[in-house]
C-alpha cells in the first residue's frame, strides 16, 4: 500500500463514514455533501469509488508520498548549481532559455521559477501602480521609433565604470534597430545611432523620446519644453521631415522603458559571461551577435506588411545630422565656433568674405566645414586647420617655376638697370606708385 500523510488518510475515513450513513439511509445524500462540504455530484463520484475500490478509492492521489511526479532530485541540484555558479543575477525567465538552449533542462517554467524563489536566489517581486490604458502599436514597420539612453554598470567584470546604451527600438514591430554603449547620452551619441539606422532602413514618420538636454530646452525643471529654440536634434528632425514626440513622465514611455528592463536584465550577464571588459568588445557583441538573437526572441510582425521607412534618395545625412551655427566673417576672414577658429581661404571672385553670412557645421566625425548657401567654401579637421585641398591651390601643386624658366628668371632678376649703371647703386630703390586710398581725405580721384 502506497503511504498518505495522516492528515489525508483521517479525511478518507470521515468521507467514508459519511457515506455509509448515506447509504443506510441514516442521511439524505444533500445533507451528507453538506456535512463533507461538497457538491451532490461529488458524493456520487465518491460512492460510484467506495463501491468499486473500497476505503483506497476515498484516498487522495494527488497527496502520495512520495509524488508520482517529483522532479529527480539530482536534476534539481544541477539547475541551482547552474544557476549559483554559472548564471547567478540571471531573471528567471532569461536563464529559464539558456538552460533549456545549452544545458537541456526539461523542467516547465513555473517550476524553476518557484525552485530558484524557494531557494532565495531570486526575489519574489509584483510589479504595483496604478491602471493605466495601453496604447495600441504602430501597425507598419517605420511609423514610429523609440530612442532611450539608459545609464548603468553594463560590463558586470568592471563594476567601478558606468555607460550609457543608446537604443532605437521599432514600436510596431518590437525590433532592436540599434544599440550602442557610449560614455554619456550626448548630441553626438544620438545622432550617431539616428544616422546608423537611417542608412540602413531609411526616414521613421516619427520618433518618441524623453525631454533630455539633447531633445529639448526646458527653461524651468517639469515645464513645458521651448521650441522657439530648438536643440540641434530638433532641427535635423523637422528638416528632415520626421515628427518629434516628447514624452512627460517614464510611465507615457511604458514601452521603451520596459525595453530597458529587458537590456539591463539580459545585457549584464551575457556580457559577464562572455568576458567582455571594455565598450569596444560590447559593441562589437551588440552589432555581431546580440541583436540578431534578441529580434529574434522578441521581434514580431506588423499588423500592416506596407513599409513606414521613406527611402533617402539623394539625401546627405552629414549636412542635417550634425552641429550647425550661423556665422559672419570677421574682418580677418575667420569664423568661431565654440572655441575653434576656423580661417577662411580666398574664395575665387571675391576679394574678401569679410561680413559674409555663412553656415558652419561640426559633423560626427568631428571635422569642420563651412558654407555659403549651397556653396562650399572649405573644410577643416578636428584642430581646425584647412585641408590642403581648399587652400587655393591643388594639394603637391607647386607654383614656383621650373627648367629652362626658372633659370631665365633668375637672370633676368639679376640684370643690370640703367640707373644703376649711372649711379653705380647696385640694388636701387623701386620707385612707389600713387595709391588714391592714401591720398587725404576729400580728394577725389578717377
Known amino acids: 500500500m502506497e503511504a498518505y500523510p495522516t492528515a489525508a488518510v483521517e479525511r478518507a475515513m470521515k468521507v467514508q463514514e459519511v457515506l455509509l450513513k448515506a447509504m443506510s439511509g441514516q442521511l439524505k445524500w444533500f ?43 539530482a536534476e534539481v541540484g544541477r539547475i541551482l548549481k547552474l544557476y549559483r555558479e554559472r548564471y547567478l543575477k540571471f531573471n528567471v525567465c532569461h536563464f529559464y532559455e539558456i538552460a533549456q538552449r545549452e544545458h537541456g533542462v526539461t523542467l516547465s517554467y513555473s517550476f524553476v521559477k518557484l525552485l530558484l524563489q524557494g531557494a532565495r536566489l531570486v526575489s519574489r517581486r509584483r510589479a504595483r501602480g496604478k491602471h493605466r490604458q ?13 530612442l532611450d539612453g539608459s545609464r548603468h554598470h553594463w560590463l558586470a567584470l568592471e563594476p567601478e565604470q558606468w555607460q550609457t546604451l543608446i537604443a532605437i527600438v521599432d514600436d510596431a514591430t518590437g525590433q532592436l534597430l540599434h544599440a550602442q554603449l557610449w560614455p554619456n547620452e550626448t548630441r553626438t551619441a544620438v545622432m550617431t545611432a539616428l544616422r546608423a539606422v537611417f542608412l540602413e532602413h531609411g526616414l521613421p514618420q516619427q520618433l518618441y523620446t524623453d525631454r533630455a538636454g539633447w531633445a529639448a530646452r526646458t527653461p524651468q525643471a517639469g515645464g513645458k519644453p521651448d521650441d522657439r529654440t530648438p536643440t540641434q536634434v530638433q532641427r535635423a528632425l523637422a528638416e528632415l521631415g520626421i515628427e518629434h514626440l516628447r514624452a512627460y513622465s517614464p510611465q507615457a ?48 510582425p506588423p499588423a500592416d506588411p506596407a513599409l513606414g521607412f521613406v527611402p533617402l534618395g539623394t539625401v546627405d545625412l552629414d549636412q542635417y545630422l550634425c552641429g550647425r551655427a550661423e556665422r559672419v566673417v570677421a574682418r580677418d576672414n575667420t569664423v568661431v565656433l565654440g572655441k575653434t577658429v576656423l580661417q ?102 578717377c
Open 253 to 300: 514611455r511604458g514601452r521603451s522603458e520596459r525595453i530597458n528592463g529587458t537590456l539591463q536584465g539580459r545585457l549584464v550577464n551575457e556580457f559577464r559571461l562572455h568576458g567582455l571588459r571594455t565598450p569596444e568588445q560590447a559593441n562589437r557583441y551588440l552589432r555581431e551577435r546580440y541583436r540578431a538573437a534578441y529580434n529574434a526572441r522578441f521581434a514580431h
Open 344 to 445: 577662411i581661404p580666398k574664395q575665387p571672385g571675391r576679394r574678401s568674405c569679410q561680413g559674409l553670412r555663412v553656415t558652419v557645421r561640426h559633423h560626427l566625425e568631428g571635422h569642420y566645414s563651412v558654407s555659403a548657401g549651397p556653396r562650399p567654401l572649405a573644410t577643416y579637421d578636428s584642430s581646425g586647420r584647412l585641408n590642403p585641398r581648399d587652400s587655393g591651390a591643388p594639394a603637391g601643386h607647386d607654383r614656383r617655376p621650373t627648367g629652362s624658366l626658372r633659370s631665365r628668371l633668375s637672370a633676368w632678376r639679376q640684370r643690370p638697370t640703367h640707373r644703376s649703371a649711372q649711379t653705380g647703386l647696385s640694388n636701387p630703390q623701386p620707385r612707389k606708385r600713387p595709391d588714391h586710398l592714401s591720398k587725404p581725405s576729400g580728394q577725389i580721384t
Open 31 to 73: 445533507e451528507a455533501a453538506e456535512v463533507i462540504g461538497v457538491s451532490a455530484r461529488t458524493m456520487r463520484r465518491w460512492r460510484f469509488r467506495l463501491e468499486r475500490d473500497g476505503t483506497d478509492g476515498l484516498l487522495d492521489r494527488r497527496r502520495r508520498i512520495p509524488s508520482p511526479r517529483r522532479a529527480p532530485v
Open 134 to 146: 495601453r496604447r495600441p502599436r504602430r501597425e507598419c514597420f517605420g511609423e514610429m521609433l523609440h
